[in-house]
């Protein structure tokens, strides 16, 4: 299995990323999909996750901001980050769960800051 993260980066507050999340090894359409976030000295925690059929629940605090979706065509999930803030800025890492199984992408670095 791998999961493989790309478009992270620096950017001011205010400002938009996009990761994605190109997955291998697994059947995509199998699997919930999300995205966490771990920033330094604090705990990893979920930012946002989707289901095999497309429910969707998000952490409070990027309501309104972040937008996931996925492509089962692509086996990829993606993370649409609208009016970031500092406090966003974290290794973010992609998750796929199916029943009892779990993997992890290598996590890719957003940094918000002017």
């Known amino acids: 299995v791998q999961l493989v993260e790309s478009g992270g980066g620096l950017v001011q507050p205010g400002g938009s990323l996009r990761l994605s999340c190109v997955a291998s090894?697994?059947?995509?359409?199998?699997?919930?999909m999300g995205w966490y976030r771990q920033a330094p000295g604090k705990e990893r925690e979920l930012v946002a996750r989707?289901?095999?059929?497309?429910?969707?629940n998000y952490a409070d605090s990027v309501k309104g901001r972040f937008t996931i979706s996925r492509d089962n065509a692509k086996s990829t999930v993606y993370l649409q980050m609208n009016s970031l803030k500092p406090e966003d800025t974290a290794v973010y890492y992609c998750?796929?769960?199916?029943?009892?199984?779990?993997?992890w992408g290598q996590g890719t670095q957003v940094t918000v800051s002017s």
């Open positions: 989707i289901t095999r059929v497309g429910s969707i």
């Open positions: 998750n796929a769960q199916f029943l009892s199984y779990e993997s």
């Open positions: 090894g697994i059947i995509f359409g199998n699997n919930y």
